[in-house]
């Protein structure tokens, strides 16, 4: 006991002691400094979440009264029929990420090295993700409105009108048609991101390859694409992220109608206006979050055992996935 | 490594007493502004009993009633194509000759409903609004009450909309016939059509005779506008029923009504699709170019509310072609149109006494006096007002106004419109859009549609614990 009181007797003198040290100074202008941001953060973030989550426990709307109903709107999402119809929209917007990661890549290889007029097409390519995502939206109504952009370019080039699809119309193909517009949109964002890391790659390498006379093919596979892995995998992660949380083309351009409602569109529809079931909007969000936690966890390890080396990309990957929870968390 | 710790603790224990402080706040000021707000009306209740009868708002005399009120108001609406002509600006300065001391702002937006929910659940939200769609529950929290439901009702038409509770919180801004059809006279002429279509079949003539004779479009759903669908919904009850009182109540205790009441007005929609008579890609529809397409005689129809036929008239320089009809359904012969009110002023409960006065004064004026309503071609608000000539197209069809709700079960229609996640006019769109799709696909019938919609209004009356049969 007297001990122990002796040592806190001690502990405080020191503290005041402490305090006017440099290490003392150092921890009081941290704290003062971290104390604005982490308040924004838990207030802006971390508070809503967690009322987020709370919200999908009840029955509610905006106003008026909220009642507890335990799990029942997650056991809804899992019975509903558009739900999953939604989800299964993902797929088409995966499979143009992947299309976009693919050209993506070739673009950046291309442009990395000397090419004629490259400055000029890194702008054209990147220019569409400067665009706000609703202005593109507007953009593709009337690129694929009856008679309009698309339609009159094709006919220039000898289509005939009646043979044209309705490009939003037709429902074998007018998730393809939004895909497009976001593939549009974000190829160019991750085309930066590769030459990024492409510029990284020390240039004596490729020097040393072409003596032992590696083709340009062989330098893409064995040096490039080693030395990019990490963007790669995060930019596959974003690419995953995003396709299961599409919302500007449909929301805009069809506005969900149609067979094009993505699960983003379809908790907006549910959440606002006429429906308002708040509570049953929040457990999507909180199921999306799951869903998304659980890929990211399965790439990583896909990517583990595919390089057979987790440890250097390690740092990177915890980032992503921190970003993907608070990006699936709004 | 304990300094550590014992810092990690402070800024743990700051945090959460900023949070907790912070909490207490919000919630104090809270119990605060009700307070002040109740016991506000609660002695203006007690005023009006010992002085006169009747509110404030029922006793103010424009132009002698709190001209000493010096203070500036601010006015949330959705016109912001009134507010850009300078339309409303007029209005305004009419006022100000009766009242200069009260300065009035003007706030527009085009996404109205949404920005003005959001503002009131907000709780931060202007002197003079018009009235969104939450629960009329929520009314008292947040709207100055305009007086009782009978005194009120002597006195103005179109009051039930924003009645709660014996007490009037909102009076319109104007009021219009619901659920019809704007048409182009021209075109209909030219198709050959001499009778105004009064049943659905008819109607589908009409349009089919339209497509063969004319280039015109005969109707035109603006399905990418979404909200348009909503437009078709005021049918449900007075037009299909001629009951006044199917809306607010038979509907909310009906188990089946879209296949049996409701069935002809999404027949009409239906059938237009499945025998292509409407808008080739009807995916890219336009809401601001179609109003130009019926003037000049591009398009034939579409399904709106008389607030739509200004608009229409403007958008091009062949105004005396435009016409308005009852929705083509009939009841023993007679064909019936739902008269209604449109968005409702009201005024915020939670600001200074002052500006809840001059925001009444406000009010009554442009009800009463600004000539605003008369204008719009709305139906008179005050008793015994001047129609307009434009109904003058109406004339054989019955208008009708809808009862409001039975007494407690005021918020069963909201609360039916959410659980069953059809939003009866309210977010009609998802739904009518499938419907469309299906029939443009030949995919599920009307049939099973309605059969489908009764299963969701149904299931949701069940949820609720609302009778039904």
Known sequence: MNVLAQKNMKKKKSFREWIKTRKGQQAIIIITFTFIPLLLLFTFTYLPFGKMVEFSFFRMKYTGPRNFIGFKNYLDIFTREDTLNALKLSVYYLIGAIVQLVAALYFATMLSFKTRGGNFFKGAIFFPYLISGIAIGFIFKFFYTRGFVLDSVLQLLGFELENLPYWLKNTAINNWSLVFSSVWRYMGQNMVLFIGAIMSVDVEQYEAAKLDGANKMQQFKYIILPSIKTIVLLNLILAVTGSLSAFEPPYVITKGSNGTATYFVLMDQLAHEGVQKVGLASAMAVVLLFIILIITGFQKMGFKILFNEGDADNGKCKKTLIKSFTKGGK | ?469
Not at chain 2, 58 to 76: H, Q
Not at chain 2, 245 to 257: A, F, M, Q, T, V
Not at chain 2, 414 to 437: G, H, K, T, Y
């Open chain 2, 1 to 469: 490594m304990k300094k550590k710790k014992f810092l990690a603790l402070v800024l743990a224990v700051v945090l959460t007493i900023s949070m907790v402080a912070c909490g207490n706040e919000v919630v104090e000021n809270n119990g605060e502004t009700n307070e002040v707000a109740g016991t506000e009306t609660d002695s203006e209740a007690v005023e009006a009993v010992e002085e006169v009868t009747g509110s404030y708002f029922e006793n103010i005399v424009l132009g002698e009633t709190g001209t000493d009120i010096e203070t500036t108001i601010s006015w949330f609406n959705h016109r912001t194509d009134l507010d850009e002509n300078g339309k409303l600006a007029e209005y305004i300065a009419k006022f100000n000759e009766l009242y200069p001391n009260i300065i009035v702002e003007v706030e527009t937006t085009t996404d109205y409903a949404q920005d003005s929910l959001v503002r009131l659940t907000s709780g931060d939200f202007n002197d003079v609004i018009m009235i969104p769609s939450i629960d009329k529950s929520e009314y008292p929290n947040n709207f100055v009450s305009l007086g009782s439901k009978d005194s009120m009702g002597e006195k103005y038409n179109f009051i039930d909309t924003a009645t709660f509770d014996e007490n009037v919180y909102g009076l319109p801004y104007m009021a219009g016939a619901n659920g019809g059809v704007v048409y182009n006279s021209r075109i209909f002429t030219e198709a050959g059509i001499t009778e105004t279509p009064a049943t659905p079949e008819a109607f589908i003539d009409a349009l089919k005779l339209i497509k063969e004779n004319t280039d015109a479009t005969p109707l035109y759903t603006n399905y990418a506008a979404g909200w348009c669908f909503n437009q078709w919904e005021p049918n449900i009850g007075v037009a299909t029923t001629g009951d006044v009182d199917y809306y607010n109540n038979g509907l909310n205790h009906d188990s089946d009504p879209f296949s049996t009441v409701a069935k002809p007005i999404y027949q009409v929609l239906y059938d237009a699709v499945a025998n292509d008579l409407i808008e080739d890609d009807y995916t890219t529809t336009d809401w601001e170019s179609c109003k130009a397409k019926i003037n000049q005689g591009e398009i034939a129809c579409l399904v709106l509310g008389t607030w739509a036929i200004p608009q229409m008239k403007e958008a091009g320089d062949k105004p005396d072609d435009i016409g308005y009809m009852a929705f083509p359904v009939s009841v023993d012969g007679v064909q019936y149109i739902l008269a209604a009110a449109d968005y409702n002023y009201a005024v915020n409960a939670n600001v200074s006494e002052d500006n809840q006065k001059a925001g009444q004064i406000f009010v009554k004026f442009m009800v009463e006096e600004s000539g605003f309503n008369n204008d719009i071609y709305g139906l008179p608000i005050v008793k015994g007002g001047e129609v307009p000539a434009i109904y003058s197209a109406l004339d054989g069809v019955t208008m009708l106004e809808n009862l409001p709700s039975p007494v407690g079960e005021e918020t069963f229609h909201d609360d039916l419109n959410s659980e069953s996640e059809l939003a009866i006019q309210s977010a009609a769109d998802p739904r009518m859009c499938a419907l469309v799709d299906e029939a443009a696909n030949g995919g599920k019938t009307l049939d099973d549609i309605m059969a489908e919609w009764d299963a969701k209004w149904s299931g949701a009356q069940e949820t609720l614990g609302i009778d039904a049969e």
